[in-house]
């Protein structure tokens, strides 16, 4: 459906025809992959988009301004975090209390970073990319994300009906939740598998999601790999976790796509309209990443990511390095 609204109405300066619309087809393998490895790690997709334009782009086409890679980056983002979080609630992966709340106070932090990338210089920008990549990898290598159950529970239980199923009418899919008095949430996903756990450090959580909100808005990328440290501090599943860190970063991601798209002129800053979006690029790169939403929830549970994990945190090393070398010849 984006395709063909994209197809039929998408401001294109005069630009169409076949050579147009099919000049960058092969991205469609390249953010497919890319998607799949990120929303099984829980990971923003833009924190190897991004990269990937500002690097390997440049190889086969021309290069890109850094805000134009900052958008595709975001929308293709939008778009497969969406989907690929609506996967994760459909496998009884979110907690909608806990995500709810982590986007309440993030957002406002997420527009004005978003808002702040309009006055950065591409040095600075570029700057700002390698220590958010930096970050992200020393995360990545602390964090045990292997998908066992951080919680009380390792047990089992039917995933369609039996008496012992908890029942939210409201859920999709299968899978229900329930609460007692004293706050211990039992939840049983779409498999069967149960987790139990509560839903204290709010203060820590608002804390990490809120600094990494302002990269989001910046780079489009960073509330999802700062912010999942204190959702596992918290001792919330690894799995829940990573379910409700996607709802967190699509809906942050979309709220950074549209600041970008429209808020250079609400300040004065250069004028980012719908004309100037590479339409023959996100064509390919939002299906792409789209598919690799929908695959990552399968991957993720019979997977261990624990060497995609390490994998993704050394490229990320590398290309902070990069970006560094790129910023200080900018800067000095």
Request: one cysteine or more; a negative charge.
């Amino acid at each position: 459906m984006f395709v063909a609204l994209v197809y039929l109405f998408a401001p294109t300066d005069g630009a169409g025809g076949s050579g147009y619309w099919l000049e960058y087809w092969w991205l469609f393998p390249c953010f497919l992959l890319g998607a799949t490895i990120v929303n099984t790690v829980g990971i923003s997709g833009a924190a190897l988009f991004v990269p990937f334009l500002i690097f390997l782009f440049p190889l086969v086409a021309s290069p890109l301004d850094a805000a134009t890679i900052v958008k595709v980056g975001l929308i293709s983002e939008s778009f497969g975090l969406s989907s690929s979080a609506v996967a994760f609630v459909a496998h009884g992966l979110v907690d909608r209390r806990v995500g709810t709340a982590i986007v309440g106070g993030a957002l406002p932090l997420v527009v004005g970073g978003a808002f702040l990338s309009f006055f950065l210089p591409e040095p600075v920008f570029q700057l700002m990319l390698g220590v958010v990549l930096t970050l992200s990898a020393y995360l990545l290598f602390q964090l045990d994300l292997s998908h066992g159950h951080t919680g009380d529970s390792v047990e089992t239980a039917a995933a369609d009906g039996g008496s012992d199923l908890p029942d939210d009418a409201d859920k999709l899919g299968h899978a229900g939740v329930s609460t007692d008095g004293d706050g211990q949430v039992t939840r049983v996903d779409r498999s069967g598998t149960t987790y139990r756990y509560d839903r204290s450090g709010y203060a820590e959580r608002f804390g990490t999601y809120g600094f990494g909100g302002v990269f989001q808005g910046v780079a489009g990328f960073g509330i999802g790999e700062i912010g999942i440290v204190s959702m596992l501090r918290s001792k919330i599943p690894v799995r829940v976790a990573i379910g409700t860190n996607h709802i967190i970063v699509a809906i942050t991601a979309v709220a950074a796509s549209l600041t970008h798209v429209f808020g250079g002129g609400l300040v004065g800053a250069h004028q980012m309209d719908l004309a100037s979006t590479p339409w023959n690029m996100v064509v390919f790169t939002v299906p792409a990443t789209v598919t690799g939403g929908q695959i990552a929830p399968y991957v993720t549970s019979t997977f261990s990511t624990r060497t995609l994990k390490l994998f993704v945190a050394g490229l990320f090393v590398l290309i902070s390095i990069a970006l560094y070398i790129l910023a200080s010849q900018g800067l000095f």
